[in-house]
């Protein structure tokens, strides 16, 4: 290329104010560097590793609060020149995903300290891989490039195989990990196929293209297939990462096989960053529609994220039934969970129609109140197996009497992941039912049909757990108590209790972060033969 193309290209890019708006992202990968320093220097001391990776992700939780503000009235693409569209971008979206998941991150590496710090002789390289799946999953959050979504998928995905069989001695971690890399692989072809489909029909990478595209043809002529064909095989790779029926079959054995501290952090990290990424897809795809009539193109693929969003439901709540392990039933549960938050992404609305980003907020909220649920859940379940050595659902036989300072909080996050008032999961399920229900359409009454069917169906597995802690009781002594532990469990209870009592703050951010993201308008030549990209 032209040294002097290449300079026009980049003017007016301004280098230094992207870098600032990306230093969550450079904190975390300056992180992973200094544990690969840390050893070298100091030794491989398991205390000086984590202390290393503590105060990298405060830093990054520190720089996504700062760099908030700067975002807060229109997301910009960084980084690229500005006929790139969404190489990379910060935006509200991408930015509020960065702050919750330092502050997860943060939790798993506490939890980590609780149960395995202790034994664990690996420590810089396991913690190298869970920044370096971290970083994948921010990056995820940040882009709506077709190329960059692959790579920000498996830089998540492959350090997550390599953790989930990290104990080399643990033949069901080793097996769990190498179905998970399978299902990988896979999927990563799938999508890969579908974003050379979708590059070769419209010449460009961008979603935002695709989309001006996709409204421009209004899906006639011969293209048609090819276009639905590669939108629903890129689909395959997103779907892998929510655990998204027909792409579930990792997540049971996968969590099951992992050390617990990794399933917490898969529940919940992977199938968020997954599912902000379909929507911001399907947002992007809305906001092509200049004409309302256009929107009626992409409604087989409305249809398509819907009914797989009920279908992972359902598979994932009756899966759950016959789980005698609580940490396989409670993988079930996140699948189930997955098409709850996944139907969200399947609320199709004109940008020029009320409630436009309603979609995306619930989705936000309810990715908060998941985090707290799932995070409480889980330490329980550490916390109880670390002392019996199993998680079968007998070890929690007269909880309430032997440990109430675990039973009380398992039983709010149980009844918060079912749905049930007063607790934050029953308002979290409650917005994406109202967003859902504002699409005054059939597809979105089925699924509010189905979101409440599965509810109900899930009530029997969750307080099967509930039972077992307090109506049945075999005279097991009591339960050591770990302090670090209790205030995690139940800090987790509390929040999903003022979470709900003070629901309007939450929905309030949630949709600033919503509202708040970066648009890039596609447009083409006179003789459409050149696409480019600006902010609207």
Same mark, same amino acid.
């Given at each position: 290329?032209?040294?002097?193309?290449?300079?026009?290209?980049?003017?007016?890019?301004?280098?230094?104010?992207?870098?600032?708006?990306?230093?969550?992202?450079?904190?975390?990968?300056?992180?992973?560097?200094?544990?690969?320093?840390?050893? &070298?220097?100091?030794?491989?001391?398991?205390?000086?590793?984590?202390?290393?990776?503590?105060?990298?992700?405060?830093?990054?939780?520190?720089?996504?609060?700062?760099?908030?503000?700067?975002? /807060?009235?229109?997301?910009?693409?960084?980084?690229?020149?500005?006929?790139?569209?969404?190489?990379?971008?910060?935006?509200?979206?991408?930015?509020?995903?960065?702050?919750?998941?330092?502050?997860?991150?943060?939790?798993?590496?506490?939890?980590?300290?609780?149960?395995?710090?202790?034994?664990?002789?690996?420590?810089?390289?396991?913690?190298?891989?869970?920044?370096?799946?971290?970083?994948?999953?921010? =990056?995820?959050?940040?882009?709506?490039?077709?190329?960059?979504?692959?790579?920000?998928?498996?830089?998540?995905?492959?350090?997550?195989?390599?953790?989930?069989?990290?104990?080399?001695?643990?033949?069901?971690?080793?097996?769990?990990?190498?179905?998970?890399?399978?299902?990988?692989?896979?999927?990563? /072809?799938?999508? &890969?196929?579908?974003?050379?489909?979708?590059?070769?029909?419209?010449?460009?990478?961008?979603?935002?293209?695709?989309?001006?595209?996709?409204?421009?043809?209004?899906?006639?002529?011969?293209?048609?297939?090819?276009?639905?064909?590669? &939108?629903?095989?890129?689909?395959?790779?997103?779907?892998?990462?929510?655990?998204?029926?027909?792409?579930?079959?990792?997540?049971?054995?996968?969590?099951?096989?992992?050390?617990?501290?990794?399933?917490?952090?898969?529940?919940?990290?992977?199938?968020?960053?997954?599912?902000?990424?379909?929507?911001?897809?399907?947002?992007? #795809?809305?906001?092509?529609?200049?004409?309302?009539?256009?929107?009626?193109?992409?409604?087989?693929?409305? *249809?398509?994220?819907?009914?797989?969003?009920?279908?992972?439901?359902?598979?994932?709540?009756?899966?759950?039934?016959?789980?005698?392990?609580?940490?396989?039933?409670?993988?079930?549960?996140?699948?189930?969970?997955?098409?709850?938050?996944?139907?969200?992404? /399947?609320?199709?609305?004109?940008?020029?129609?009320?409630?436009?980003?309603?979609?995306?907020?619930? #989705?936000?909220?309810?990715?908060?109140?998941?985090?707290?649920?799932?995070?409480?859940?889980?330490?329980?379940?550490?916390?109880?197996?670390?002392?019996?050595?199993?998680?079968?659902?007998?070890?929690?036989?007269?909880?309430?009497?032997?440990?109430? *300072?675990?039973?009380?909080?398992?039983?709010?996050?149980?009844?918060?992941? +079912?749905?049930?008032?007063?607790?934050?999961?029953?308002?979290?399920?409650?917005? +994406?039912?109202?967003?859902?229900?504002?699409?005054?359409?059939? =597809?979105?009454?089925?699924?509010?049909?189905?979101?409440?069917?599965?509810?109900? +169906?899930?009530?029997?597995?969750?307080?099967?757990?509930?039972?077992?802690?307090?109506?049945?009781?075999?005279?097991?002594?009591?339960?050591?108590?770990?302090?670090?532990?209790?205030?995690?469990?139940?800090?987790?209870?509390?929040?999903?209790?003022?979470?709900?009592?003070?629901?309007?703050?939450?929905?309030?951010?949630?949709?600033?972060?919503?509202?708040? *993201?970066?648009?890039?308008?596609?447009?083409?030549?006179?003789?459409?033969?050149?696409?480019?990209?600006?902010?609207?």
């Amino acid at each position: 290329m032209n040294p002097a193309a290449t300079t026009n290209l980049w003017a007016g890019v301004p280098i230094g104010e992207h870098l600032r708006l990306f230093s969550p992202l450079i904190a975390l990968v300056a992180t992973m560097l200094a544990i690969v320093a840390v050893p &070298l220097v100091l030794g491989r001391g398991t205390r000086r590793v984590a202390a290393t990776a503590a105060i990298g992700v405060a830093l990054m939780l520190f720089l996504s609060l700062r760099v908030a503000p700067s975002v /807060a009235a229109q997301g910009v693409s960084g980084l690229a020149p500005p006929s790139a569209g969404g190489m990379l971008i910060a935006d509200g979206l991408s930015v509020g995903f960065q702050v919750l998941l330092a502050v997860f991150l943060g939790a798993v590496l506490w939890m980590w300290w609780m149960g395995s710090a202790d034994r664990e002789q690996n420590a810089p390289e396991f913690l190298i891989l869970l920044l370096g799946s971290a970083l994948g999953m921010a =990056l995820m959050a940040a882009t709506s490039n077709l190329l960059m979504i692959v790579v920000a998928i498996e830089t998540a995905s492959l350090p997550s195989y390599a953790m989930v069989g990290f104990d080399k001695r643990d033949r069901t971690g080793a097996e769990a990990s190498l179905k998970y890399m399978i299902f990988g692989a896979i999927s990563a /072809a799938i999508m &890969l196929y579908g974003a050379s489909l979708l590059y070769g029909l419209v010449g460009s990478l961008d979603a935002a293209a695709i989309a001006q595209y996709t409204a421009s043809t209004m899906g006639s002529g011969p293209s048609r297939l090819v276009l639905y064909l590669g &939108l629903l095989c890129f689909l395959a790779g997103i779907a892998f990462k929510i655990s998204a029926v027909p792409f579930h079959f990792w997540c049971p054995d996968a969590f099951e096989g992992a050390k617990i501290e990794v399933t917490t952090w898969l529940s919940v990290a992977s199938k968020a960053a997954g599912l902000i990424l379909l929507t911001r897809l399907a947002m992007t #795809l809305c906001e092509a529609m200049a004409d309302p009539r256009a929107l009626g193109v992409l409604s087989p693929v409305a *249809w398509v994220l819907g009914i797989m969003a009920a279908i992972t439901a359902t598979i994932g709540n009756f899966s759950a039934y016959k789980q005698q392990s609580v940490k396989r039933m409670l993988a079930y549960s996140s699948i189930a969970h997955a098409g709850y938050m996944m139907m969200a992404a /399947a609320v199709f609305v004109h940008p020029d129609s009320a409630g436009t980003h309603a979609g995306l907020g619930a #989705l936000f909220a309810y990715v908060v109140i998941y985090m707290f649920m799932n995070l409480g859940a889980f330490g329980v379940v550490a916390l109880v197996s670390w002392e019996s050595g199993s998680d079968r659902i007998e070890e929690f036989t007269g909880l309430a009497r032997r440990a109430p *300072w675990l039973a009380v909080p398992f039983v709010f996050c149980l009844v918060s992941l +079912i749905g049930v008032p007063p607790l934050a999961g029953f308002i979290g399920k409650w917005w +994406i039912l109202s967003a859902l229900g504002g699409l005054q359409s059939s =597809l979105g009454w089925v699924l509010v049909l189905a979101a409440v069917v599965n509810t109900l +169906i899930s009530v029997y597995f969750y307080m099967r757990l509930v039972v077992q802690m307090t109506l049945r009781d075999d005279a097991r002594p009591k339960l050591p108590l770990r302090i670090g532990g209790a205030v995690l469990v139940n800090g987790c209870a509390l929040a999903l209790l003022l979470l709900f009592v003070f629901a309007g703050p939450l929905k309030n951010s949630t949709d600033r972060y919503a509202r708040n *993201w970066f648009r890039a308008t596609a447009t083409r030549t006179a003789d459409g033969s050149a696409v480019s990209l600006a902010l609207p």
